[in-house]
């Protein structure tokens, strides 16, 4: 699969699996669990996680996933902003390296702007760096102002902000996309299919009939036609998590791409950055 060179020159891999609202009911576990290990026979080579999601619970879920794999996928997981103290950071980490019972996240983001300040935090990342316990670290949510003010503290090593952007959502190509493609930082889109939203747009429906896509391969294949973007779509079910894959396959044709455009039009101006 094609990877993103982050600011450091490791790689990150352009399509992985979300996990929100994964690990908050037991009722779901078992579905929730197979749709991870069967997105991971089928070849993703990425999951995106938080210590927020489901408590902790997405991250238990996530280490039974990967129990007994030869081979591990990139993983990525985000401290709370409340605990993103220097210490705190560190604290959180373990928890979280222990939950999903590995000896590194390859990349550990703030989940947003708030709590600690964020050089405390940057502080933190950096140890942790230093001792292997992640590989490379980010920041989520963060807006234009939020990335100039973290490019100050950060010495060059912010891998990746991750917002959300979509078909639907474009605000972040106005000014944030471009102001990171110019410094080589990926940016991860979250909620690709605008959490099922997008999916159900009679203009959506229309493009994948044409190409003899699925509406959500098509809004997938649209991002990742994005230099500089990778992305993360949330399934629950192991067919829904087959299907996503496939937007792999979907080649965008440049009148495709430009009837996209005047479907889901571009931002004429500034937008402040939307978050979930
Ligand atoms: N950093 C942040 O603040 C932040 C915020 C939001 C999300 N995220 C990350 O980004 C990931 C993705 O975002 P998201 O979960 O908000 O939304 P999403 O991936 O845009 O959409 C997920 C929703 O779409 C449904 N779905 C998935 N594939 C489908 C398909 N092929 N056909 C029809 N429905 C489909 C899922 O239902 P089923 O599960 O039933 O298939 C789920 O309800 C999250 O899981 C999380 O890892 C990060």
Same mark, same amino acid.
């Given at each position: 699969?094609?990877?993103?060179?982050?600011?450091?020159?490791?790689?990150?891999?352009?399509?992985?699996?979300?996990?929100?609202?994964?690990?908050?009911?037991?009722?779901?576990?078992?579905?929730?669990?197979?749709?991870?290990?069967?997105?991971?026979?089928?070849?993703?080579?990425?999951?995106?996680?938080?210590?927020?999601?489901?408590?902790?619970?997405?991250?238990?879920?996530?280490?039974?996933?990967?129990?007994?794999?030869?081979?591990?996928?990139?993983?990525?997981?985000?401290?709370?902003?409340?605990?993103?103290?220097?210490?705190?950071?560190?604290?959180?980490?373990?928890?979280?390296?222990?939950?999903?019972?590995?000896?590194?996240?390859?990349?550990?983001?703030?989940?947003?702007?708030?709590?600690?300040?964020?050089?405390?935090?940057?502080?933190?990342?950096?140890?942790?760096?230093?001792?292997?316990?992640?590989?490379?670290?980010?920041?989520?949510?963060?807006?234009?102002?939020?990335?100039?003010?973290?490019?100050?503290?950060?010495?060059?090593?912010?891998?990746?902000? +991750?917002?959300?952007?979509?078909?639907?959502?474009?605000?972040?190509?106005?000014?944030?996309?471009?102001?990171?493609?110019?410094?080589?930082?990926?940016?991860?889109?979250?909620?690709?299919?605008? +959490?099922?939203?997008?999916?159900?747009?009679?203009?959506?429906?229309?493009?994948?009939?044409?190409?003899?896509?699925?509406?959500?391969?098509?809004?997938?294949?649209?991002?990742?036609? +994005?230099?500089?973007?990778?992305?993360?779509?949330?399934?629950?079910?192991?067919?829904?998590?087959?299907?996503?894959?496939?937007?792999?396959?979907?080649?965008?044709?440049?009148?495709?791409?430009?009837?996209?455009?005047?479907?889901?039009?571009?931002?004429?101006?500034? +937008?402040?950055?939307?978050?979930?």
């Amino acid at each position: 699969m094609r990877s993103c060179k982050m600011p450091s020159g490791a790689m990150m891999p352009v399509l992985g699996l979300g996990t929100w609202r994964m690990g908050e009911s037991p009722r779901r576990r078992a579905e929730e669990l197979d749709a991870l290990k069967h997105g991971l026979d089928l070849g993703y080579p990425m999951i995106d996680t938080a210590e927020m999601y489901g408590d902790g619970g997405a991250e238990e879920i996530v280490g039974e996933a990967l129990a007994g794999r030869a081979v591990r996928p990139f993983i990525v997981s985000k401290v709370y902003p409340h605990n993103a103290s220097r210490a705190g950071t560190i604290a959180a980490c373990e928890r979280s390296l222990k939950r999903m019972r590995i000896d590194r996240i390859d990349l550990y983001l703030l989940h947003w702007r708030g709590g600690a300040r964020i050089e405390e935090t940057f502080e933190a990342f950096r140890r942790l760096r230093t001792a292997g316990k992640i590989g490379d670290f980010g920041v989520s949510n963060f807006d234009l102002g939020d990335m100039e003010d973290a490019a100050r503290l950060d010495q060059g090593l912010n891998a990746s902000n +991750q917002v959300l952007y979509c078909l639907s959502r474009r605000g972040p190509e106005y000014d944030l996309l471009p102001w990171m493609r110019e410094r080589s930082i990926p940016l991860m889109a979250y909620s690709p299919l605008d +959490q099922g939203g997008l999916l159900r747009t009679a203009a959506l429906k229309k493009f994948a009939d044409e190409i003899g896509c699925t509406p959500a391969q098509l809004a997938i294949a649209w991002l990742l036609a +994005q230099p500089g973007v990778v992305t993360i779509p949330k399934s629950s079910s192991r067919d829904r998590v087959k299907e996503n894959l496939g937007a792999l396959e979907v080649t965008l044709s440049p009148q495709i791409l430009a009837g996209l455009d005047r479907a889901f039009p571009p931002p004429r101006g500034k +937008q402040p950055l939307e978050m979930l």
